[in-house]
């Protein structure tokens, strides 16, 4: 094989020196962009975020409603079975009447991916993002009223509440996807964590108020339809102001212009200094080129890869258990403490009170390791919780009066109880200042601008479809037992961390338009423990070995 010399001419070398010079230039003016004052966009994040309510108050006030007993004279007493029966512990509750409390959370997830899927990201690029975050409190809307309106009493009727339900997660899952999507197109760099965590701020609060809620209205007659209702507010409020919002500025540059864009962000930073950052935006659309589509995003290695890391960490937030510890956690700790309301008030409250300090640790400590080190704290919380269970409780099975079925009965110490809380509590904790809020952050800032929206979807569509099979969890706990199913979530709150090392670079401080740097920079090969396993193989060099070919032949 031969080399063919290859000629470098002093006009070759030219345009290659004007071309790095150029991008040397970019990169730099990248690094002094000037934000102007941040208090407006602070206050726009904090609005759009309020969808996150939706979602935060719906897991919180179904974690509770399906214990009050206004709940079961609804879907349980008189439809599947009678009183006594509708009230044992959830071994020995109706297969029907479980069945249904499956699906009212596993429907509601359904909806959640179609909306994440197949709608957010459409509206998003065609009609702009202010319009996502509207049709996401319009469906929420809709489906609320579906569920909390029509009377209870037969399976007819609940079929339609299950409706109601697929429309309500719609909602939910647009806005997962939208929020945090505007917050991080308005947000200045150097604030950009805390902007978006506002998302899971709202989260937090809408799944603290419900567990308010469900403690005032537990034994109300009407009890599970009024604490469903009060959210409805929430969405009003959004819908009638997210138009009187900005758009995004790099929403409007790719489809309406350099002034359009330029008008937003002056009204955004609140100064008409903003060259720098239009600029940056338009280098960023420039290279990237015209908005791509599906096919051709999946035809993309570099995006193939980044949409890998973004599906893959929230699959892997879901499967933290998060969402089964608040939806079934009153189940759960009402047969090992004897007050699920009451748990779920305290794990919502530390969920809230921990995303506070939060917020300003996304963009102090960056993203990586928050995700790593709290993710082992998370291990450990799951852990203490599992083996508590093992060694302070009891499980005695019985037979059901006057039928041929056994049902379990779960004893346990009072401060097993106690400690098992206080251990989900922990994992609850790091949960919040973690995993909670920067698998949203995070995915919002990895992609391109020309398919960011198209991506989002389908990393938060991985999300809601991730808990569509957690909400099988309640069927889990027969078969495993709790103390199984804690080990399941701590086993796989471990992997979530390896996950993190080795494939999930640093974000923190980077421009949306600088990103993909940082991920060209991110190898495999560089990890500290990848290099430990190959330092050996470098220490001892192949040898090579001859053998005599007669004697073999002898």
């Known amino acids: 094989m031969s080399i063919e010399p290859v000629s470098i001419t002093p006009q070759r070398m030219i345009e290659d020196s004007i071309k790095s010079d150029g991008e040397i230039h970019h990169h730099q003016q990248h690094k002094i962009v000037h934000y102007g004052k941040p208090y407006f966009a602070v206050l726009l994040a904090a609005f759009s975020s309020l969808g996150g309510c939706f979602f935060g108050y719906d897991q919180g006030v179904t974690g509770g409603i399906v214990v009050m007993s206004s709940f079961k004279k609804d879907f349980c007493i008189g439809v599947f079975a009678n009183e006594s029966v509708c009230n044992l512990p959830i071994g020995a509750l109706p297969p029907d009447y479980r069945r249904f409390l499956v699906l009212f959370t596993l429907i509601y997830n359904v909806g959640c991916f179609l909306g994440a899927a197949f709608i957010s990201s459409y509206v998003a690029e065609k009609y702009g993002r202010r319009a996502v975050i509207f049709t996401s409190a319009a469906l929420f809307f809709i489906g609320t009223s579906m569920v909390i309106f029509p009377p209870g009493g037969s399976t007819k009727i609940m079929i339609l509440i299950l409706v109601g339900r697929i429309v309500e997660g719609t909602g939910v899952g647009c ?9 991080s197109e308005i947000a200045p760099t150097n604030l950009r964590g805390m902007l978006s965590g506002f998302m899971q701020m709202a989260v937090v609060i809408g799944l603290f108020a419900a567990n308010i809620v469900n403690i005032l209205l537990q034994n109300h007659k009407w009890g599970w339809r009024l604490s469903n209702g009060v ?110 309301i009451i748990s779920l008030l305290i794990l919502s409250g530390t969920n809230c009170f921990s995303t506070i300090p939060a917020l300003f640790l996304f963009d102090r400590l960056g993203r990586r390791k928050l995700l790593i080190f709290g993710g082992l704290a998370m291990v450990l919380g799951h852990l203490v919780a599992a083996t508590v269970f093992v060694t302070g409780c009891n499980v005695e099975k019985s037979i059901i009066n006057g039928t041929s079925e056994t049902q379990e009965i779960v004893n346990c110490l009072e401060i097993s109880g106690i ?114 396993l190959r330092e050996p193989w470098h220490k001892n060099p192949k040898q090579t070995i001859q053998v005599n070919s007669i004697e073999m032949q002898s």
């Not at 989002?456 to 037992?481: D, K, R």
């Not at 796989?492 to 060209?520: H, K, M, N, S």
């Open 175 to 183: 806005s997962s996807f939208s929020c945090p999507l505007y917050a």
């Open 231 to 340: 959210i409805l507010v929430a969405p009003v409020l959004i819908m009638i102001g997210i138009f009187i919002c900005p758009e995004t500025p790099r929403w409007l540059y790719k489809n309406k212009g350099r002034e359009a864009a330029e008008q937003s962000l002056k009204v955004i930073r609140k100064t008409d200094d903003v060259t720098a950052e239009l600029d940056a935006i338009s280098d960023a659309i420039e290279e990237e080129g015209s908005q791509i589509s599906m096919k051709e995003l999946f035809k993309t290695n570099k995006l193939v890869k980044r949409l890998g890391i973004g599906m893959a960490m929230h699959i892997l937030q879901q499967a933290t258990g998060i969402n089964p510890i608040f939806t079934f956690g009153g189940i759960i700790y009402e047969n090992v403490l004897g007050k699920g």
């Open 419 to 532: 400690v098992m809380l206080l251990s989900t509590a922990v994992f609850v904790t790091f949960f919040a200042v973690s995993w909670g809020p920067v698998a949203f952050i995070y995915t919002a800032e990895i992609f391109p601008l020309n398919v960011r929206a198209r991506a989002i979807s389908l990393t938060i569509a991985s999300n809601w479809f991730m808990g569509t099979i957690m909400s099988y969890i309640l069927e889990l706990i027969t078969p495993l037992g709790i103390h199984g199913v804690f080990y399941l979530f701590s086993a796989l709150c471990f992997l979530a961390v390896v996950f993190v090392y080795f494939f999930c670079p640093e974000t923190r401080g980077v421009l949306l338009e600088d990103i993909e740097e940082q991920f060209d920079n991110f190898q495999l090969k560089d990890r500290t423990v990848i290099k430990a």
